[in-house]
């Protein structure tokens, strides 16, 4: 099998690569764009407009350049690799797969235009504080008011929620609190009545959000898909979520092993290089072969992350989750160990790429809540 990019796919590499790191050639420069009122530039937002980024997943129809998985994993290494804080995973990944998969045509024609030419952002509001990484655990309610509906609930860690113009909420319009059928998302405009966002900043420079919603009144046409079945169109753009996360990662390995390796070539103990030592090499070589491993399973996420056969796609998805998770966290870990006291230090860009790396390993499900659900989905190889 061919796994070379095609000359599109490599010139977005080149392109995208330079950009972000033109952006971001330093710790410093990264942390002046993380102290901007929303957590990043709205210039550098724009720029990646200008680019094409943000309409790269939708269509040509819907006025987007009609990329796929693969051309997302491209833009999300680059991002892992530079730290990039701007809001791509939560705004054209999230929130433009649930819009991509779920809206009618007239509601593509109205959010669309902004979210490609970066006037409007998105992001996906799920979680919430008993449901862990169960989507269909939902306490949020959607009640029938006349031809809308009223939304009361809590939704939280709701990724750059203060820069979003419109939210998808996932809410239950019917059923009870665990029950799969009854779930609906529903796009609510930032500025709605009733809808409250408290901002916070998180541990690895980004931001999120506890959001309240009482009372919040949207009408009809607010409905992504049906309000009682929208449980498959939320899983699906979680499992975009999580093929993203995996590209993001092995950009940030990558860059958190080439750093490493630098440093065991110039720092001298007992007047050789730290490098020269065969324990420490061995070290080296297993965080390269995590990353090589997580490499692949970033691969394979973009193959099968758009699979019709949803029981295949969703065991895909975990399995690729429980590998980027293990290799996050070896290679984080050996990287502050072979850099000593440094590895830890907030003046040093490693240190920051561990915190991400960390964050990584639990968005969107941890270790063992993705290897419980390869184990009860009979694994990847059917036996």
Known sequence: MDFDFSEEQGLLRD???????????????????IAASLGFPEEGWRSLAELGLLGLPFAEDDGGFGGGPVETMIVMEAIGRTLAVEPYLASAVLGGTAL??????????????????????????QTERQSRYDLHDVATTARRDGDGYLLDGQKCVVLNADAAGLLVVSARSAGERRDP???????????????????????????????????????????????????????????????????????????LHALTVEYLKTRKQFGVPVGSFQALQHRAVDMMIALEQARSMALYAAMMVEAPDAAERAAALAAVKVQVNKACRLVGQEAVQLHGGIGMTLEYIGAHHFKRLAMIEYQFGDTPHHLRRVAEDGGLIAA
Do not use: K
Request: glycine share 12%; proline share 6%; aromatic share 4%.
């Open 100 to 125: 991509r998969l779920g809206a009618d045509a007239t509601q593509r024609a109205r959010f669309l235009p902004g979210v490609i030419d970066g006037s409007l952002r998105l992001t996906l509001a």
């Open 15 to 33: 392109s995208v690569t330079r950009a972000l790191a033109d952006a971001y050639p330093s710790l410093e420069r990264r942390q002046a764009r």
């Open 181 to 255: 059928h009854g779930i609906g998302l529903f796009l609510v405009p930032a500025d709605a009545a009733g809808l409250s966002i408290q901002p916070y900043p998180t541990q690895d420079g980004g931001r999120a959000a506890e959001v309240s919603l009482s009372g919040v009144r949207i009408g009809a046409d607010a409905v992504l898909g049906d309000p009682q079945n929208g449980l498959p169109l939320l899983a699906r753009t979680v499992e975009h979520g999580i093929a993203a996360l995996a590209a993001e990662a092995v950009g940030s390995m990558e860059a």
